[in-house]
């Protein structure tokens, strides 16, 4: 175990936690908060995706014990939060574009929530990735991190995404006009 | 102008700039909320014991006064180790004695008659649901592998778990789960198959392996390995041809890879995977036709069937896999990335 929660490796810190350390837990939230709240805005809206935010970890608190390998629990994470927001959004009637977007503090422009849309409406494999980054301010190799998939895999969804954001984004006349 | 600003933020990118400061402000910043009491183990141990004494004790002294009776259900009871299951549309039969639940233990066979389906428990990491007409054995379970055995019937399971701690057998196969959710059949003629509808299932038997990621199936006979996976919308010709090449027909597969389209680069990744180094170059010559190969994925390398390559051109074709939710698949988009889902 490194010196101090601060310093600890992710596997240390859910070695820590799952002992009952509640600093580590803690630390485990900072780092990763804002990936589960990517991966619940992208298919709930932001008040239902805070929501999710809390929800995933509280049952993450109670169920860590079941992480036998460490390393996996980027992975494990997101995959619960995947799970909870889905359910959220069944709950909520199954709809996947969140009408109660608007409505949430901060209230988006008519700007922003244009581009939250249009982020929505991309493949799945993009959408996260770029909530991630254009959203919470992840970096990419904080992404691959936070996530569990490989630099390159990242890499590919932010640049893959973008592309198909800018063009979305793009005043009609330009649409298509870039080679 | 050099660095990567979408990536690490070095260099300049106006517009991501500019996005970034659109939807900044949506971004989470809230503290950890109060977290809830963890169950204390040895405590809940300790009270189960005490539990379990007291009804050991009661159930003893019914027995001692009690005449012939058909025999208890074999460790199916509230009390045995297990995981618990209920019945609906009538009883179900665990370890041969007909019960509406209880729990399902190690070594012993829950079978649903035909009209009747089971919800199983699967430990504390997810759930399935055993059709009509099936007989599911629990073969083992703890901390490093929850086992199962379906013999014949249907399942559909849903898993929360790290890879590999979820597995199930069928006659002809095994599937390992690496995070998903999954049908799993076991055809009146043996055959296995499988259809992912979330995340990713390995499905193994002997050397050969199956790479299933959501929206595909696959079809495994026994004694000749898993199939190759093909997208449930594909065309019945299409499949067909797959049929064929999973079938010894070798003739098939340049039809086959011919026929490939956009939504078919999961099945030429299994072909190129498991295939024949002859085989390698035609297919690999179709994938990069359909999607966009990154230069560090050397066409040398998994034409050679170099394991590192060959796995991370699956991660890149499957990139956003991981990050998939369980919903249904979706259609495609027109623009949507040809590499990942049709």
Request: overall charge neutral; some cysteine; charged content about 20%.
């Amino acid at each position: 175990m490194a010196a101090s929660v601060v310093d600890a490796t992710i596997a240390e810190l859910v070695v820590a936690a799952q002992a009952g350390n509640h600093a580590a837990f803690t630390t485990l939230y900072a780092r990763f908060h804002r990936a589960v709240h990517a991966v619940a805005l992208a298919r709930v809206g932001a008040a239902d995706a805070a929501d999710v935010v809390q929800d995933v970890f509280a049952r993450a608190w109670t169920r860590l014990g079941s992480v036998r390998e460490p390393a996996a629990f980027a992975g494990w994470l997101m995959t619960m939060a995947r799970h909870r927001a889905i359910d959220r959004a069944r709950a909520r009637g199954g709809g996947d574009a969140p009408a109660q977007e608007v409505a949430v503090a901060p209230a988006p422009t008519a700007e922003a929530a244009a581009a939250l849309r249009a982020i929505r409406a991309l493949p799945e494999a993009y959408r996260e990735t770029l909530l991630m980054r254009l959203v919470e301010g992840l970096s990419g190799p904080e992404i691959a991190e936070r996530t569990g998939l490989t630099p390159e895999s990242v890499r590919v969804n932010l640049h893959r995404g973008m592309k198909l954001l800018r063009d979305r984004l793009a005043p009609p006349a330009t649409k298509g006009g870039t080679p | 102008m050099s660095g990567d600003y979408l990536w690490d933020r070095s260099g300049a990118d106006p517009e991501v700039a500019r996005l970034e400061g659109l939807l900044g402000g949506l971004a989470h910043d809230a503290p950890l909320a109060p977290l809830p009491p963890r169950r204390d183990r040895r405590r809940a141990l300790i009270v189960g014991a005490g539990v379990v004494v007291v009804a050991a004790a009661v159930a003893i002294a019914v027995w001692a006064t009690r005449g012939p009776r058909a025999p208890a259900p074999d460790g199916c009871g509230a009390g045995a180790a297990g995981f618990a299951f209920t019945s609906r549309g009538g009883p179900a039969r665990c370890g041969g004695v007909a019960t509406a639940g209880g729990v399902l233990p190690v070594g012993v066979a829950l079978e649903t008659p035909p009209d009747v389906t089971a919800e199983v428990t699967v430990a504390d990491i997810g759930a399935l649901t055993l059709a009509g007409g099936s007989e599911l054995t629990l073969a083992a379970t703890g901390a490093d592998q929850h086992r199962l055995r379906l013999a014949h019937g249907r399942l559909s399971a849903r898993v929360t778990a790290p890879p590999r701690l979820f597995v199930v057998d069928t006659p002809a196969a095994t599937a390992i789960d690496l995070g998903c959710a999954y049908d799993l059949a076991v055809l009146t003629d043996g055959r296995t198959q499988l259809t992912v509808t979330s995340g990713v299932v390995e499905l193994a038997a002997g050397a050969r392996l199956a790479h299933v990621t959501r929206g595909h199936t696959v079809t495994t006979v026994a004694g000749r390995g898993p199939g190759t996976p093909v997208a449930v919308g594909a065309s019945p010709a299409f499949a067909a041809l797959v049929a064929r090449v999973d079938g010894g027909d070798a003739s098939a597969l340049a039809p086959l890879v011919a026929a490939a389209g956009a939504g078919d680069t999961l099945t030429l990744w299994n072909l190129l995977a498991n295939g024949a180094a002859a085989e390698r170059p035609a297919i690999l010559a179709r994938l990069d036709a359909l999607f966009p190969r990154p230069e560090w994925l050397l066409a040398d390398d998994l034409v050679a069937g170099k394991p590192d390559a060959i796995a991370g051109l699956r991660d890149v074709l499957t990139s956003g896999v991981w990050l998939a939710p369980d919903a249904p698949p979706s259609p495609p988009s027109p623009d949507a990335n040809p590499g990942v889902w049709r």
